[in-house]
T-cell receptor, first 114, second 113 residues
């Protein structure tokens, strides 16, 4: 079975410091992986995607993620947090088998301290 | 280009009533998905359409939920009769190619009282 684990439900960082949101996946196939962000009272916005091309993926707003097959990880990073990054982040896997549905992690709520 | 649009944004109904949620996907996207997030828990898959056909409805909670996709364009999700545990945020998403990036709507927040 395919699954996604987000290791931290809450992360707090100070403005200007690095952000690391952790995600591990489980899949019998080569997955496609995504990070989505949800700001308060907003919809889900795609941050970045990995679909078997380059393992280091750059997304919007300075975020990037690295696909590490050996560690089954797809951690999200940003060198310097901004107040506007405060939101909930979801790691999502889509597996190329069956219906290709998207499986969500439980989410990580990022808090940015002034 | 218009994104995925969901109506209404909020709905408050009484237990036992019927509610219909609507989703307009991005034009040309054959794949349409419904998801639900209940009380801050995980975002859970409900079902997947390819054009007008239900590809996978394994996530539908019970037979009080009925989804349709008329002519392969917009989709509706009807809950009849609504129960308290149906409260949550219902998301719709569409994608051009299944398994590639999906674009989500703003969600419909359903409250059953």
């Amino acid at each position: 079975a395919q699954s996604v684990t987000q290791l931290d439900s809450h992360v707090s960082v100070s403005e200007g410091t690095p952000v690391l949101l952790r995600c591990n996946y489980s899949s019998s196939y080569s997955p496609s992986l995504f990070w989505y962000v949800q700001h308060p009272n907003k919809g889900l916005q795609l941050l970045l995607k990995y679909t078997s091309a380059a393992t280091l993926v750059k997304g919007i707003n300075g975020f990037e993620a690295e696909f590490k097959k050996s560690e089954t990880s797809f951690h999200l990073t940003k060198p310097s947090a901004h107040m506007s990054d405060a939101a909930e982040y979801f790691c999502v896997v889509s597996v190329p088998s069956g219906t290709y549905k998207y499986i969500f992690g439980t989410g990580t709520r990022l808090k940015v301290l002034a | 280009e218009a994104g995925v649009t969901q109506f209404p944004s909020h709905s408050v109904i009484e237990k036992g009533q019927t509610v219909t949620l609507r989703c307009d996907p991005i034009s040309g996207h054959d794949n349409l998905y419904w998801y639900r997030r209940v009380m801050g828990k995980e975002i859970k898959f409900l079902l997947h359409f390819v054009k007008e056909s239900k590809q996978d409805e394994s996530g539908m909670p019970n037979n009080r939920f009925l989804a349709e996709r008329t002519g392969g364009t917009y989709s509706t999700l009807k809950v009849q009769p609504a129960e308290l545990e149906d409260s949550g945020v219902y998301f719709c998403a569409s994608s051009a190619i299944r398994g590639f990036e999906a674009f989500f709507g703003q969600g419909t927040r359903l409250t059953v009282v």
